[in-house]
């Protein structure tokens, strides 16, 4: 269990090979199992396979040949229509259609999500999380027909592992984990919880490939620019607007 | 690992039993394997064990035993503070005061506490979440002194558990999957995936309980009210405006 979450990478190129279908049932199967809120389940995922459908899945998300490559494709969303239908048929007025509601759907959704990742590395497959689901949410919505109250919080794709690439780095354990209380960050701090990061001979041969001088600068100005971010976080809270999450009077 | 995930229980009762330092340093490594945007880690994990700290948190989410007696506490939080100080400290200027940014700190801290979870219990330890993370952020904010583009997103409390709850009940599989793309209930569709939920002997006598003729209203009505809903959906909008997060012009 620890080794396949320790071992856990994103993978990027895929084998053609189909997944068995007892497998990819045992892989959501675990999605089910984990946390939610009230065991209300308020969540779906969508198992794209049909290689239509992923091309236009691998058009809203900017191309990235992954999509094509890999055989199956699963949308995690919040949902909360299924739960008010239900409500609806039992006599029950249902009061879903806010923010938190939305929240609370795309927790239970991230949740199952990290479990079918990890079944599926346990399984021998790969995953890669695709933050485009998020971006081009508008188009998942049009393309994966989901009605209101269902909204994209994340994507996956899952196939046989092409190629394994080597462990990302992560910033030192003590970096993200504060003890008892937050502790705030001086200089000195970030300095050494940065120190290795930037130490990193590929993020050194960034620097010139980018012609920038910080590997902070790519991020801000090349990688999550703050354009990019206030675009697509006005689309994305539009996008819950019209999925009916946004009714919070 | 599949067992792991498959035997998910949350536990609601803790021995005062207190957690080797080595074990938990484990757990929370996995939580940092998880997929994150960007490799960015835009997360913080704050881990309580003060007693003082935990009765406060205790008080925050509606005093429920568990947050007492279990010897663990961690907030996941959504954190572009330390990646934004980085950032100033490195002559790059981080524009991430946005709802897109939120999110994507949400779905970094969501992953990472699902890693922690499994890990946990893959050590024989027991989790719960606790959804007045979000309910109660504000509090939790001011507990833990949380910054500006902070916000807590999801906590669980952790121990050995007293007492194992039997696995809880979940939906069919075809209830919360889609195949290829999104197909909407039917009425028949509804009563389906519900049968065996509504069947159960331990709702039946909710309903007498409650004095209510189904067990949606038993949601609607009294665990996830529509009043509730509206409240807590200002409040936490409200939350992020305040920690710096909503600037999405």
């Given at each position: 269990?620890?080794?396949?979450?320790?071992?856990?990478?994103?993978?990027?190129?895929?084998?053609?090979?189909?997944?068995?279908?007892?497998?990819?049932?045992?892989?959501?199967?675990?999605g089910?199992?984990a946390?939610?809120?009230?065991?209300m389940?308020?969540?779906?995922?969508?198992?794209?396979?049909?290689?239509?459908?992923?091309?236009?899945?691998w058009?809203?998300?900017?191309?990235?040949?992954?999509?094509?490559?890999?055989?199956?494709?699963?949308?995690?969303c919040?949902?909360?229509?299924?739960?008010?239908?239900?409500?609806?048929?039992?006599?029950?007025?249902?009061?879903?259609?806010?923010?938190?509601?939305?929240?609370?759907g795309?927790?239970?959704?991230?949740?199952?999500?990290?479990n079918v990742?990890?079944?599926?590395?346990?399984?021998?497959?790969?995953?890669?999380?695709?933050?485009?689901?998020?971006?081009?949410?508008?188009?998942?919505?049009?393309?994966?027909?989901?009605?209101?109250?269902?909204?994209?919080?994340?994507?996956?794709v899952?196939?046989?592992?092409?190629?394994?690439?080597?462990l990302a780095?992560?910033?030192?354990?003590?970096?993200?984990?504060?003890?008892?209380?937050?502790?705030?960050?001086?200089r000195?701090?970030?300095?050494?919880?940065?120190?290795?990061?930037?130490?990193?001979?590929?993020?050194?041969?960034?620097?010139?490939?980018?012609?920038?001088?910080?590997?902070?600068?790519?991020?801000?100005?090349k990688?999550?620019?703050?354009?990019?971010?206030?675009?697509?976080?006005a689309?994305?809270?539009?996008i819950?607007?019209?999925?009916?999450?946004?009714n919070?009077?």
């Open positions: 269990m620890i080794r396949t979450i320790l071992d856990h990478r994103s993978v990027r190129k895929y084998k053609a090979d189909f997944i068995a279908p007892d497998i990819l049932k045992l892989v959501l199967e675990a089910v199992r946390s939610n809120t009230g065991n389940q308020v969540y779906t995922m969508v198992v794209t396979h049909n290689k239509e459908i992923r091309t236009q899945l058009e809203a998300h900017f191309k990235q040949n992954m999509v094509l490559q890999a055989p199956v494709h699963i949308t995690f919040a949902d909360f229509n299924r739960f008010s239908k239900w409500c609806q048929y039992r006599d029950a007025i249902p009061g879903y259609d806010n923010f938190l509601s939305f929240f609370t795309a927790t239970d959704a991230l949740l199952a999500s990290q990742a990890l079944a599926a590395e346990a399984q021998g497959l790969g995953i890669c999380y695709l933050g485009t689901a998020v971006y081009n949410a508008d188009k998942l919505i049009e393309i994966l027909k989901l009605p209101k109250l269902v909204v994209p919080v994340a994507a996956i899952m196939g046989y592992p092409e190629e394994m690439p080597e780095d992560r910033l030192p354990l003590e970096g993200v984990i504060h003890s008892e209380v937050y502790n705030d960050y001086s000195n701090d970030i300095d050494k919880i940065y120190f290795e990061k930037e130490s990193m001979l590929i993020y050194k041969d960034l620097l010139q490939i980018n012609e920038k001088e910080t590997l902070a600068q790519i991020f801000t100005d990688r999550y620019t703050k354009k990019d971010n206030v675009f697509f976080s689309k994305y809270l539009e819950l607007e019209k999925q009916g999450f946004m919070n009077l």
